[in-house]
C-alpha cells in the first residue's frame, strides 16, 4: 500500500447492485470473454474465462 494509509480497499467500494450485476454477467459470460482454446494470458486468442 502506498500513500497515507487512508486508501480504501476496491471492493470497500462495491455494494449489493454490483454484486447482483457480477452474478448476472457469471451466469451468461459474453462470447468475447471466453477462450477457445488453451492459451497463455496476453497471448492470442486468450480471454479469462474457458469456454466450452
Not at 502506498?2 to 451468461?28: H, I, K, W, Y
Amino acid at each position: 500500500m502506498t500513500g497515507s494509509g487512508c486508501e480504501r480497499p476496491f471492493a470497500a467500494g462495491l455494494n449489493v447492485q454490483d454484486a447482483v450485476a457480477f452474478t448476472g454477467f457469471l451466469r451468461e459470460i459474453p462470447p468475447h470473454y471466453l477462450s477457445r482454446r488453451k492459451a497463455a494470458p496476453g497471448a492470442l486468442g486468450w480471454a479469462p474465462f474457458r469456454g466450452s
